[in-house]
């Protein structure tokens, strides 16, 4: 899979959006325990794209490092926390190979990253190298919890592919996760996962396609062009058929989960 942040980072929002609320109870629920153990807790983000997560910590006043490949992104996060960057810093890096000392954070955050990474387990391994002894690993991630037509959608394009010969892949985040929760099993490492926060979303068919035809869903990227083209030709002559108003709204049931690992002191 390539991966193409730069492309997708000045709308990567629309497909990643939590409402006000949503980011205020995980916010909370990434700080407190961090909190609870350190007087001044300094938190880095690795893959922190353009901010979803990190802006309602930095909106708090703690210390934050941002980490991200792709420069776009830290554009657009740049953009957000402009007047509130006092202790805020923002590094063009690779999760692989942190520019961090040993021991510097007590936290370390990672939200939909690892299957992002093919050789994850060296990101994994500097994850926990730049954590505080006691220091908490977060791995967040939106889970749908219900049917939707936006599922629906996506199943159809997932068989027109099929049936012009293509296999979509799909599940990597998911496959991933059970991966990390194993290395971190296997290190000693005790993870425990709760959800945080629940909300709806309201999309329209017209959305979803949009979302699906520019590619914004890194699952997309795997599909060469000279078979994405056509299929998604396919796809909106079937929604079309299928809704008979493209811009009516329908809801979408997300939580929020997030799965957290102490270092012993």
Known sequence: MTLNFGRVAYAYDRTRYHPPEVSGRIATAIIAPVEDRFREPVFLELGVGTGRVGVPIIARGHKFVGVDVSPAMLEVMRYKIAGVARKVRLVEADARSLPFAKDSFHAVIGVHLWHLIPDWQRALLEALRVLAPGGMLYEGWDVS?????????QERWRELLAEMGYELKR???????????????????????????????????????????????????????????????????????????????????????????????
């Open 145 to 153: 919890t219900g049917p939707s037509e936006d599922w629906n959608i």
């Open 171 to 265: 599940g990597a985040h998911t496959r991933r996760l059970d991966e990390v929760e194993r290395a971190l099993e296997q290190l000693g490492l005790e993870p425990q996962t709760q959800a945080v926060a629940e909300w709806v979303e309201e999309r329209t068919p017209r959305q979803t396609m949009e979302i699906l035809e520019e590619r914004l869903y890194s699952y997309t990227w795997q599909v060469p062009p000279e078979v994405f083209r056509p299929s998604i030709e396919r796809l909106w002559a079937w929604v079309q058929e299928t809704y008979p108003d493209l811009d009516q709204p329908y809801p979408i049931p997300w939580k929020f989960m997030l799965r957290g690992t102490r270092l012993p002191e």
